[in-house]
């Protein structure tokens, strides 16, 4: 199994706003029991094993929003890491910096598993399972990312094309950017395609040895970061990183993902076909499909099919397979099937100058 997980959460979450701004981004969103999606990805993390130790890369402005949702947990609060990032330098710098970190302690031979703070998974058995056979092919060499069997053709996600199987999984030939609706359909008739999770298992010194074949840039502004650095105590949890140093060193990265970074150009990649249920909750569509207990206040007159997430009450009029969300003062109407246009939107609000309302 592995000793390690890390937690990418870092973003803002563009299309499910306006519920999700800057001050509270999506990962901060309650999406089952009342648990936002970032605890429920700790606690998944903290379920690995009962030594696992769990670090979350943040941006520095989210972090104390991070420890407010990690003292919600029951146990393992003393498992949990903070690194804060200075800036936002995407996935590859962020897995760089906390690799480093332990690399310099000497633990290198130790694997890893990255989540993204924004998925919501189940059951856990099957989570669980899954990172168990991924840890097995890490103990070969392999860097490995869980592939999630397409359902629909969607042109939303990147693609993992599947060769030569490998164990239980098999061997990458090859990522694919988000495609057409054409190129969709093809990928889901030849039946080798996965959607790309954006999880990966790996060795923290197989990493770095691809990190410095892929991207050289990125491996030398990090190398070494972690030397002498000594944590510090906020509310149970321990902060990592958080320092000048770091700083100057995100100055000078380049920003790139790991996808980019390290996974196309991997020598040795492999993908576990997931047999968990995975959503990552990346638009109002998917959000919509979750089930809810929460009672919204709506007035529904000949109206059908409309998703409504509102701070006051609303009245639906002859209308049919809308979203409407008012957080935040700020309101959001939305055809259904057409959420990934709100990122359009954010970006339209953005070139009006209006940040106020972001």
Known sequence: MVENVFILAGGSGTRLWPASNIKNPKQFLEVKDGKSLILLTIERALLLSKNVQVFIITLKDQMEGIIAQCNKLENGLDRIHILPEPAAKNTAPAIAACASYLIEQGRGMEKVLVLPADHLIEPLDSFIADVEESSRLANKGYLVTFG??????????????????????????????????????????????????????????????????????????????????????????????????????????????????????????????????????????????????????????????????????????????????????????????????????????KDQNRSDLL
Do not use: H
Request: one cysteine or more.
């Open 148 to 349: 999630i069997k397409p359902g629909y053709p969607a042109t939303g996600y990147g693609y993992i094309e599947a060769g030569a199987k490998e164990i239980n999984s098999f061997r990458i030939n090859s990522f694919k950017e988000k495609p057409n609706i054409d190129t969709a359909n093809k990928f889901l008739k030849k039946g080798n395609y996965y959607w790309n999770s954006g999880m990966f298992v790996f060795s923290l010194n197989r990493f770095w040895e691809e990190l410095k074949t892929g991207s050289p840039e990125i491996a030398k502004v990090f190398s070494g970061i972690g030397k002498n650095q000594s944590p510090k105590q906020n509310k149970g949890v321990s902060i990592i990183m958080d320092n000048s140093t770091t700083a100057t060193v995100y100055k000078k990265s380049p920003r790139d993902s790991i996808d980019y970074a390290v996974m196309e150009k991997c020598s040795k990649a492999a993908v576990v076909p997931a047999s968990f249920s995975w959503n990552d909750i990346g638009s109002w569509d998917e959000m919509a499909s979750l089930p809810s207990s929460k009672e919204e206040t709506v007035f529904n007159i000949d109206s059908d099919n409309n998703f409504i997430s509102s701070d006051i009450p609303v009245a639906l009029c002859g209308v049919d397979n809308l979203m409407v969300i008012q957080k935040n003062g700020s309101l959001l109407i939305c055809k259904k099937g057409k959420g990934q246009l709100v990122k359009d939107a954010v970006e339209l609000i």
